[in-house]
Structure formats: C-alpha cells, structure tokens
C-alpha cells in the first residue's frame, strides 16, 4: 500500500513504517483488539491520518522478525505489528499505560498473538 501522502513525507511515518508501508497485503485485527476498541477504523492507521492521533507510528521493537508499532488515539494505546507475512495486525488497546507496558514487556505472549 503506498502512502496517501506520496510523495511528500508524512511526518509521522518513521523510517521503519515508511519502508513496509508498500510492503502490506493486509490488516487485520484480533478478537481482543476488537473488544478493546470495537468502534475502529484500520484505515486511520494505513491512510496514516494523523490528525486522529496523537501518536502514529511509533515504532517499538522488533521480535521474532515482526515490527511493533504504537499509537496513540482518543486516550488508548493501540499497539499493532507488521509481521513477516508483511500483514499489519491490531493486537490490543489500552486505556492504561502500565497495562500497555506491561504487555510490551511480555514478548513471548506477542509473538504467539501474531502467530494465532
């Protein structure tokens, strides 16, 4: 998927967002994200709509070949990865912000949500 904004730069496209952008086949999200915050949009994510957002595309850390991202959007935490079979996944959203540390910190339980 090309970026809506090419080709000037999106401001909130960092590099590693920028370079899978053109890369995702797909989004999808889990059953969890969809009770955290059923009401989503995954198209303000790929349309990189940022005036939604306070954060967009921050990127977190790479595991098990799988880049995680983050952002922020009306008070939730909304993390989501593109994984190796370059699909942007939506795996939760948080309220609380030591709930979504705290799941960062669990790697092993995010690789097995994307490998579902």
Excluded: W
């Excluded at 957002?53 to 939730?76: C, D, M, P, Q, V």
């Excluded at 669990?106 to 994307?114: G, W």
């Amino acid at each position: 998927m090309e970026c809506p904004n090419h080709p000037v730069r999106c401001v909130n496209c960092p590099d590693h967002f920028n370079q899978l952008r053109p890369l995702i086949k797909e989004a999808v999200a889990t059953k969890h994200f969809k009770r955290d915050l059923p009401e989503f949009n995954v198209n303000l994510i790929l349309d990189c709509q940022h005036e939604h957002f306070t954060h967009l595309h921050k990127f977190e850390f790479t595991t098990n070949g799988s880049h995680i991202f983050r952002a922020l959007y009306k008070g939730k935490h909304i993390v989501y990865v593109v994984d190796q079979k370059n699909r942007l996944i939506l795996l939760r959203a948080f309220k609380n912000t030591k709930e979504y540390e705290k799941y960062l910190e669990n790697k092993k339980k995010i690789v097995q949500t994307i490998e579902e």
